[in-house]
């Protein structure tokens, strides 16, 4: 599979898995045969751009080319028009961390069971995808995922999760009820920039 197009697919497939959307339902509603899907995803095979836009549209996303610097403005009005129904993929570099940390919490649901600390640290998790982060924040993210992955295989890891879905909790709060801080343009143009 050709570099340019493996973030694409890959961000195609993990909206797919979040959207509990299988490959064969893919298939139905893409007009592609479930083998198809399995191939590209799995990069064994590269799509053809008919072939790309019939998967994400079947998964209710466009494709559009939008103009280089154009693209972070384009980003932060997906995000703040995003709902929680929708899975939005904007390639931020956390995101993957994210996905990665999810996706552990659902396998420790199925060993341990559900629990309140686990559906409330899969709950933020998700919510904290879609906030811009600042760097402490983040790192913060990262210390309480490293240590979610440190003790996943511990019987006895009740009240770890319980702190670590109350320190998700306190970033989640105070992410969503900070201060307002001076509005930033979602995008600016250069100087000579006036035909953009």
């Given at each position: 599979?050709?570099?340019?197009?493996?973030?694409?697919?890959?961000?195609?497939?993990?909206?797919?898995?979040?959207?509990?959307v299988?490959?064969?339902?893919?298939?139905?509603?893409?007009?592609?045969?479930?083998?198809?899907?399995?191939?590209?995803?799995?990069?064994?095979?590269?799509?053809?751009?008919s072939?790309?836009i019939?998967?994400?549209?079947?998964?209710?996303?466009?494709?559009?080319?939008?103009?280089?610097?154009?693209?972070?403005?384009?980003?932060?009005?997906?995000?703040?028009?995003?709902?929680?129904?929708?899975?939005?993929?904007?390639?931020?570099?956390?995101?993957?961390?994210?996905?990665?940390?999810?996706?552990?919490?659902?396998?420790?649901?199925?060993?341990?069971?559900?629990?309140?600390d686990?559906?409330?640290?899969?709950?933020?998790?998700?919510?904290?995808?879609r906030?811009?982060?600042?760097?402490?924040?983040?790192?913060?993210?990262?210390?309480?995922?490293?240590?979610l992955?440190?003790?996943?295989?511990?019987?006895?890891?009740?009240?770890?999760?319980?702190?670590?879905?109350?320190?998700?909790?306190?970033?989640?709060?105070?992410?969503?009820?900070?201060?307002?801080?001076?509005?930033?343009?979602?995008?600016?143009?250069?100087?000579?920039?006036?035909?953009?």
């Amino acid at each position: 599979m050709a570099y340019q197009s493996e973030s694409l697919i890959s961000q195609a497939r993990e909206i797919r898995e979040a959207s509990a959307v299988s490959q064969r339902a893919l298939s139905e509603r893409a007009g592609l045969t479930q083998s198809h899907i399995s191939q590209i995803e799995s990069g064994k095979m590269e799509p053809g751009l008919s072939s790309f836009i019939d998967m994400t549209r079947a998964l209710d996303l466009e494709l559009m080319l939008v103009p280089k610097k154009l693209v972070p403005a384009v980003l932060g009005l997906v995000k703040a028009q995003a709902t929680p129904d929708m899975h939005i993929h904007a390639g931020q570099p956390n995101d993957k961390r994210f996905a990665r940390a999810e996706r552990l919490v659902k396998k420790m649901k199925q060993l341990y069971g559900s629990s309140a600390d686990l559906d409330r640290i899969e709950e933020t998790l998700r919510f904290l995808r879609r906030v811009n982060l600042s760097d402490q924040e983040m790192q913060l993210v990262r210390e309480l995922i490293a240590r979610l992955e440190r003790y996943k295989a511990s019987a006895q890891a009740a009240p770890i999760f319980r702190d670590i879905a109350q320190n998700l909790q306190r970033l989640r709060n105070s992410t969503a009820h900070a201060a307002p801080s001076e509005p930033r343009p979602a995008y600016s143009l250069d100087d000579g920039d006036v035909n953009a």
